[in-house]
């Protein structure tokens, strides 16, 4: 009689405490609900050259290797598209919300001139600090 009060002792604090229960509800932070998940987009990143833009209605469309993408601008990347001409190759950061690629920074990425990629490669012709430029086969 003494060891089946205590049995029933015990199973009653094993599953009457924290956790263990078969109804206990799951911790919030633990299990992050839908709602969560939409209202923190990931930002994303899209390469490619502006293909029209209009600075009024705040819009660009970029075409990048991956096909091209419309975008709505917001904050920054809104102010950017009044020094943006069509051609020029762009950073796009951006979120989709509610179906819409939401722009929010536009930034301009440099094009590397054949010049530059020449001296880079043979750097025997560029120019010595004292402004004279090297050549080899003059000294022979």
Request: charged share 30%.
């Amino acid at each position: 009689m003494q060891y089946r009060s205590m049995a029933i002792l015990l199973a009653f604090l094993v599953f009457t405490s924290p956790g263990f229960g078969a109804d206990s509800t799951p911790n919030k932070k633990t299990s992050p609900s839908k709602e969560n998940k939409t209202q923190t987009p990931t930002r994303q990143r899209f390469k490619g050259e502006v293909m029209s833009l209009d600075a009024k209605a705040g819009t660009v469309d970029v075409k990048g290797t991956n096909g091209e993408k419309s975008f709505v601008t917001q904050d920054a990347a809104k102010d950017s598209l009044e020094v943006l001409k069509t051609g020029e190759r762009v950073r796009v950061t951006y979120s989709e919300k509610e179906g819409k690629l939401i722009a929010t920074s536009l930034a301009r990425l440099k094009i590397k001139t054949k010049t530059a990629a020449k001296n880079q490669k043979n750097p025997s012709t560029s120019a010595k600090p004292d402004g004279k430029e090297s050549n080899k086969s003059a000294t022979k």
